[in-house]
């Protein structure tokens, strides 16, 4: 498995690095350790702590743009389980960039990526029992649900 820093990236719909100034924009959509973001400060404090994962080796995030306004409208990314040749992939976009093919062409970017580029050998995610538009893309994207999990989440596998 090769492990971070990457030279290559894959391509998603509108990728670009962030930028300070992308908080504000994403703060609603902001996670870090399963919590949301209630303020820019909160946003700004996750982020920090998500470069720092990235630096370390062990979370790979992608801001998706919108080709439009170059706003960004959501993040993919893996964020668990990198060092043992795994990967925990997540994925949030703003609720009025849904159903519009954003999300389904980020993961299947980043799953190849995952797959072809750093050689993980499994990927899984994670997402609430009543979040059907999650789970029909993971679906959709050949996640089969393989557990259930406390707080009413389950869990889905990537199944080649």
Not at 59 to 80: E, F, M, P, Q
Not at 97 to 112: H, K, P
Not at 133 to 147: G, N
Request: hydrophobic fraction near 40%; charged fraction near 25%.
């Amino acid at each position: 498995m090769k492990v971070p820093p990457y030279h290559t990236s894959p391509s998603v719909i509108g990728d670009r690095p962030f930028l300070s100034t992308d908080i504000a924009d994403i703060v609603d959509i902001s996670f870090y350790d399963a919590i949301q973001a209630t303020t820019i400060e909160i946003a700004t404090a996750m982020q920090e702590k998500i470069d720092q994962d990235i630096r370390d080796g062990n979370s790979i995030h992608w801001g998706i743009a919108d080709n439009t306004t170059g706003k960004l409208v959501g993040t993919c990314g893996y964020y668990r389980g990198l060092d043992k040749g795994e990967g925990e992939l997540g994925c949030v976009l703003l609720p009025q960039f849904q159903g519009q093919g954003f999300m389904t062409s980020a993961m299947q970017l980043a799953i190849d990526f995952g797959r072809n580029n750093i050689g993980l050998k499994r990927i899984w995610a994670a997402t609430s029992r009543g979040n059907f538009k999650a789970i029909s893309l993971l679906e959709r994207l050949h996640f089969v649900k393989v557990e259930d999990l406390e707080n009413e989440e389950i869990k889905y596998e990537f199944i080649t």
